[in-house]
């Protein structure tokens, strides 16, 4: 099962839904859920899911389940899907130039993950269907019941507090 999420900003993601859709829409085998947000897709394949929300629990069901979660950039979902999934993800950041976002924070965030391996990210909607093979296992995937935290977590904290200090 492919699970993709957009996050919870209000903007809409056409360019990640659009494409996921038009990757899958012959693929009746794969399973695909696709977390919408404020976009309304026209005319999904019939095995392609999508529905606007997912409730947090479902959302944490999905990540741990899903053979490749694809995602937004998103500070929360990153650290939800870094937490969570059992493959490495892929993060697609929101971009400004597309009016996906206000900022470009996003991209800096993904640059951050690929330089420390710790997901695959794809700026340019076009090679997605690249980073489409056999999923790798999550390098920073923390056990739950764990006290520690993965460097890599604790780093990536506080980088994100020190980009996103005015």
């Known amino acids: 099962m492919i699970f993709v999420t957009t996050g919870t900003l209000s903007l809409p993601f056409p360019r ?3 494409a996921i859709i038009n990757l899958y829409k012959h693929q009746t085998n ?3 859920i696709i977390q919408t947000g404020n976009y309304t897709p026209s005319n999904p394949a019939k095995h392609i899911i999508t529905q606007p929300y997912f409730s947090f629990k479902q959302m944490i069901k999905y990540f741990q389940t899903a053979d490749l979660v694809i995602s937004a950039a998103g500070e929360a979902s990153v ?3 870094l937490q969570h999934s059992k493959n490495m993800p892929i993060f ?3 971009l400004k130039k597309f009016n996906e976002h206000v900022d470009n924070k996003q991209l800096i965030i993904s640059r951050y993950l690929k330089k420390h391996q710790l997901a695959q990210v794809v700026t340019d909607i076009s ?3 690249n ?3 056999k999923p790798k296992t999550n390098p920073s995937k923390i056990n739950q019941n764990s006290p520690h935290k993965t460097p890599h977590l604790t ?3 506080q980088h994100l507090s ?3 200090q005015p």
């Open 16 to 18: 990640l839904i659009n």
């Open 30 to 32: 794969e399973k695909v």
């Open 79 to 81: 650290f939800l899907i």
């Open 92 to 94: 697609i950041p929101r």
């Open 127 to 129: 090679l997605l269907k």
């Open 131 to 133: 980073h489409l093979k």
């Open 155 to 157: 780093n990536l904290l």
């Open 162 to 164: 020190q980009i996103t």
